[in-house]
């Protein structure tokens, strides 16, 4: 069983998405159809949609609310993405110009405002207070790791629980609400919404990790973006962190050194440095761990071909090399 798998499972549903995703797009302003339809067209894994879809058929939904709530958590995080790089001044995501540097950051962040607001519009057709509750709660943690994730840089003195809180607040809040999503339009008992949370959750946790692992293993046409960008940005990941904690004194002060500074230039040398600590297997291995919580949140539901592709969704996140 493959990726593919996942893909052709849910290919009808996902159609139904992309063709909600191209008509909820629709303004009579032309910037806003431009930017958002740029950014949302530029390709991504939608994975955060397919946890909806994938998710409410494991759990035997037959109405059609999960295409609308699909949608929805594609908005949120592609208002996100938008935020994201006018933050972190990225030129490139997805092997591709980031919005902002086409169309400028006003024009980014006043877009990603547009993709928020009009998913809250989205997520009142369901008429359903707890879906909105959900969204709501997620889409306000997010903007706490933003702002966490914001706070810690230039920090080289972080450590793995302050980092795993990021990654939760900021990535992982919304892989737990996609997952949840399913179980709430299924009319789940508690039990079942949380043990997809809980899958949601760690399978988010594994992905993060995975991408910043990939910001120094990775190679930039895969992963689609520049490597070494957090770093520039100051970031202090996963990867590094390790590389600090496992390598030698002068491997951790050239480490330490450009995260203070946020050092694109000195790449060359962190990169060695987390290479041959060990950093790289240390951060993979944590991301396995999650994956392997994600796999044992869902093991007492009942088996099907929906919960078959969820497995295979908690394998894909750590065995990626994009």
Same mark, same amino acid.
């Given at each position: $069983? %493959?990726?593919?798998? #996942? ?6 549903? $996902? ?6 995703? @191209? ?16 950014? #949302? ?11 909806? *879809?994938?998710? &409410? ?13 699909? /949608?929805? +958590?594609?908005?949120?995080h592609t208002a996100t993405l938008l935020h994201d790089d006018v933050v972190d001044e990225s030129s490139l995501r997805r092997g591709r110009d980031t919005a902002n540097a086409l169309f400028g950051?006003?024009?980014? +962040? ?12 989205? $997520? ?7 879906? $909105? ?7 306000? #943690?997010?903007?706490?790791?933003? #702002? *966490? ?11 793995? =629980? ?8 900021? %990535? ?47 190679? &930039? ?7 070494g960008d957090d770093l520039a940005e100051g970031k202090c990941t996963l990867p590094l962190i390790h590389a600090m904690r496992l390598g030698t004194a002068e491997q951790a002060a050239v480490v ?7 050092? @694109? ?9 987390? @290479? ?6 240390? /951060?993979?291995? =944590?991301?396995? +761990? ?20 969820? @497995?295979?969704? =908690? %394998?894909? /996140?750590?065995?990626?090399n994009s």
């Open positions: $069983m %493959t990726i593919e798998f #996942v893909k052709s499972l849910i290919a009808a549903d $996902m159609q139904a998405v992309d063709q909600l995703i @191209r008509d909820r797009l629709h303004s009579d302003v032309v910037l806003v159809r431009q930017v958002a339809e740029y950014i #949302v067209s530029s390709g991504g894994k939608r994975l955060r949609p397919s946890l909806v *879809l994938l998710s &409410a058929g494991a759990l035997g939904y037959e109405g059609h609310f999960h295409h609308e709530l699909a /949608a929805v +958590v594609e908005f949120i950051n006003a024009a980014s +962040v006043l877009v990603g405002d547009f993709l928020y607001s009009r998913a809250f519009q989205m $997520m009142v057709s369901v008429n359903d207070m707890r879906v $909105m509750q959900v969204l709501a709660d997620a889409t306000n #943690v997010i903007a706490e790791g933003e #702002v *966490l994730q914001l706070m810690n840089i230039g920090d080289a003195d972080l450590d793995e =629980a302050a980092y795993l809180t990021v990654i939760r607040y900021k %990535t992982a809040k919304l892989f737990e609400a996609a997952a949840r999503l399913g179980a709430l339009l299924a009319k789940s008992d508690d039990k079942v919404e949380r043990a997809m949370a809980d899958y949601g959750m760690h399978l988010g946790t594994a992905f993060q990790i995975v991408d910043d692992v990939l910001d120094y293993s990775g190679d &930039a046409g895969e992963i689609g973006k520049n490597l330490r050194e450009a995260i203070v500074h946020a050092q @694109r230039e000195n790449f060359p040398a962190v990169l060695k440095a987390v @290479r041959d600590s060990g950093a790289l297997e240390a /951060a993979t291995a =944590a991301a396995k +761990v999650e994956a392997k919580l994600a796999l044992d949140a869902i093991a007492t539901l009942p088996d099907n071909d929906h919960i078959k592709a969820l @497995r295979q969704l =908690a %394998t894909f /996140a750590v065995e990626r």
